[in-house]
C-alpha cells in the first residue's frame, strides 16, 4: 500500500509549530484528516517534526470527541480498524476552530 501524502511540504511547511497556540482561545484548524465510510476525523492546528515522523496537535473525532497528538505514522501506517485509508479533505480552507465546529456540526 502506498503512502498517503496527507502533508505536503506546502502545508507542512504552513503548520504552526506543536504549542504556538497553546491558550489561543479559537485556535486556527489548518487541515482535516478523514476517512470515508466512518465518522472519524482530525482537525490539525498544529504540528513539528519529531524523530523521522511528524507530531499533529488537534481536535480529534474517534472514540471520544477531544483535543490530543497523533503522528503521521499513525495515520498512514497503522492497519486501520476501518475500510478505506485516513485523506486530507483537499476542499478543507483554514478558519477558527469555533467556525468549524459551527460548519461540520460536532
Not at 476517512?35 to 471520544?64: H, K, M, N
Request: charged share 25%; hydrophobic share 35%.
Amino acid at each position: 500500500m502506498p503512502i498517503i501524502d496527507l502533508l505536503p511540504d506546502e502545508l507542512r511547511n504552513a503548520l504552526p509549530p506543536l504549542d504556538s497556540q497553546d491558550g489561543v482561545n479559537d485556535p486556527i484548524v489548518h487541515a482535516k484528516f478523514m476517512c470515508r465510510g466512518s465518522d472519524c476525523a482530525w482537525y490539525v492546528t498544529e504540528g513539528s517534526p519529531q524523530d523521522d515522523d511528524f507530531l499533529c496537535f488537534g481536535f480529534v473525532i474517534g472514540v471520544e470527541k477531544e483535543w490530543g497528538y497523533f503522528s503521521l505514522s499513525e495515520l498512514t501506517e497503522a492497519p486501520p480498524p476501518w475500510e478505506f485509508p485516513i485523506e486530507r479533505d483537499l476542499d478543507f480552507k483554514p478558519e477558527c476552530f469555533s467556525g468549524v465546529r459551527a460548519r461540520e456540526q460536532f
